[in-house]
């Protein structure tokens, strides 16, 4: 008998162009699908929360699959994780409601994006963090994050220039904190659009270095034109933290 | 007028051949001694604390070179750093007195080596910790830990087996640690043989798994034979932290 099951899967998304299966190209959903079809002799469709960007991480990203296999939620995680590459991790598999489904039901998402503006280079985190080439002021930035939170509609903020549907998001909260060189930018919502978060730290950054004021913050996301934003910041130091249901 | 300069180096030791120079092979000091020679127009000796392995990383090598710039000592971190590769980092640059030598002037050696036994495999960290296949008992490699400090002769915890000179050490301290799945084991000593702490954990790790009760550590120190001690742990779990003078 078939069943459904969420799993809680981390990877490191340097190499991969994304989330999403593509053709000849390695992807993580392609990944995770390749071992359940070998795993369950069928193909199995891998539902993920959502869909990271190339080169974007996760500490745990949700996802769900129906399948039929005799092995229990134990087995399956340790089956997935002997045989995929060592920057995919399964951190849990259960089993789930059969109305469980990893992206309609995901009412919330923490994303963290981090950093780094310090003197001396940082080695073991350099494929994380995002390096800047002079210090940002982080009070700027909080007070420009402000006009950023609340339910906005987010256009000049989608990298999708060609989105038909609602732009209108709910962003919760947007924390920055320093520690020592690193700069964390925690972002908690209902839903983001393509390159949101990224077009939202790159406007940031802009903020932080002095090139705008705190305030022009506001205009732009009531201009809705993606033109007056800041640039996309790069995928790296971006990483999916949690999924909310 | 040439001046001797005291350096803190960070590297991420997995792609190199190890500290030492070797022509055309990537190692640390070659890799320091090009962007040196470049910075000065001459060929300037790097002179490290010590010898890493390949593969092994350091989170703060010293190391002493004698040179003539009109560069400060910021100018010379950040030309540095603006020349070595993303895994290799210059924290700090300090003129020294003349009589500084990074190898003779050491008088203490901090290492740290990680390993890791959980049930799911740690993403992030996978270039930095040594994953064991099963669980091991921290208590027992403690008790172990407690034969191998002092001033002893660490001949059967020497790769080298052609040694001629003294296989007399003194390591003042062996900790190891827990946290969730990681082990942290942290070696303080005036200096280690070749290889010696990776076979010391790879001796401990026989401990932790069960295949040898930790007195019989004693009795391989006393033997004075490598063919008694436990295997060679990889170096990707090893770390150089901090050199004493």
């Not at 000849?24 to 392609?30: A, L, S, V, Y």
């Not at 983001?192 to 790159?202: C, E, K, P, S």
Request: aromatic share 10%.
């Amino acid at each position: 008998m078939k069943k459904n099951y969420k799993m809680t899967i981390a990877y490191d998304g340097t190499r991969y162009y994304g989330w999403e299966h593509q053709p000849d190209r390695d992807t993580i959903q392609g990944k995770l699908e390749s071992v359940l079809e070998i795993m369950c002799g069928e193909f199995i469709d891998v539902i993920g929360a959502g869909r990271t960007d190339a080169g974007v991480h996760a500490k745990a990203m949700t996802a769900n699959a129906v399948m039929e296999t005799n092995k229990s939620e134990e087995e399956i995680r340790d089956y997935m994780n002997r045989y995929l590459p060592d920057d995919i991790a399964v951190l849990e598999v259960r089993e789930a409601s059969e109305r469980f489904h990893a992206r309609y039901k995901a009412v919330g998402k923490t994303y963290c994006y981090t950093c780094y503006d310090g003197p001396v280079k940082p080695i073991f985190q350099r494929k994380y963090v995002t390096r800047l080439s002079s210090p940002v002021d982080v009070e700027k930035m909080r007070q420009a994050a402000v006009y950023l939170e609340g339910r906005n509609d987010y256009k000049s903020f989608c990298g999708n220039p060609k989105m038909k549907k609602s732009t209108v998001r709910v962003v919760d909260s947007i924390e920055i904190k320093r520690s020592k060189g690193y700069i964390y930018f925690t972002f908690h919502g209902t839903g983001f659009l393509q390159n949101m978060i990224r077009i939202l730290v790159g406007t940031l950054l802009e903020v932080g270095r002095g090139a705008m004021p705190p305030e022009q913050v506001k205009d732009i996301l009531e201009a809705r034109d993606r033109k007056l934003a800041g640039p996309t910041a790069p995928p790296e130091g971006l990483c999916l933290i949690k999924v909310d249901y």
